[in-house]
């Protein structure tokens, strides 16, 4: 029989066990976790009065696990998912801008010109306060969480190495 190994083996793998224990690596998912929503809600685009930017949370189906997502529970006052509208600034409308949004039931598309328009009621004006329209272009995604998901994916990688390299250097030093 040979055997084939260095004294001390069994105290390193130890070592390196616990300190890739569950619950230190969900410290560190935690971590990356916020530092990603931090870059996604500055990444966000500022307008339509911060629903995107203020929807983003961090829920934990696991141990070990976070998912960045909007809140779905967020509606908007004419009652349009916030999940939807951050998926068409990111993604676009109409063959992401090449193309024009259609009405489906009616025979004109509802323009709203200022805010107080934006769910119909008796007394707004035709033209001061709103516009019909047989055909809207759609807009250009914006694109930003492709990047941001990138990154979150890199500093991932980036923090389980750093914690790996600072066990095997405890390890060296005691």
């Known amino acids: 029989m040979i055997r084939i190994g260095r004294t001390g083996e069994g105290k390193i793998f130890e070592r390196l066990r616990k300190g890739l224990s569950p619950e230190k690596l969900d410290r560190l998912v935690d971590r990356v976790a916020f530092k990603t ?3 996604l809600v500055k990444a966000s685009p500022k307008k339509w009065f911060g629903q995107i930017r203020s929807g983003w ?3 934990k189906p696991n141990t070990g696990q976070r ?3 909007i809140d779905p529970s967020r ?3 004419t009652v349009t998912s916030v999940a939807d509208i951050a998926k068409f600034v990111d993604q676009g409308t ?3 801008g090449q193309g024009y949004i259609y009405p489906k039931r009616k025979k004109r598309l509802y323009i709203p010109l200022k805010r107080t328009a934006v769910v119909w009621r ?3 004006k ?3 306060d709103y516009v019909l329209a047989k055909r809207v272009k759609g807009i250009k995604g914006r694109k930003f969480v492709a990047p941001v998901r990138r990154a979150a994916h890199k500093n991932l990688n980036d923090a ?3 914690l790996v390299e600072k066990l095997k250097r405890e390890v060296k030093n005691g």
Do not use: C, H, P
């Open 126 to 128: 035709f033209g001061k």
């Open 67 to 69: 998912k960045l997502d």
């Open 37 to 39: 929503l931090a870059q």
């Open 94 to 96: 109409a063959n992401n």
């Open 160 to 162: 389980l190495i750093a």
């Open 122 to 124: 008796e007394g707004l």
């Open 57 to 59: 949370r961090i829920t």
């Open 75 to 77: 509606v908007t006052k």
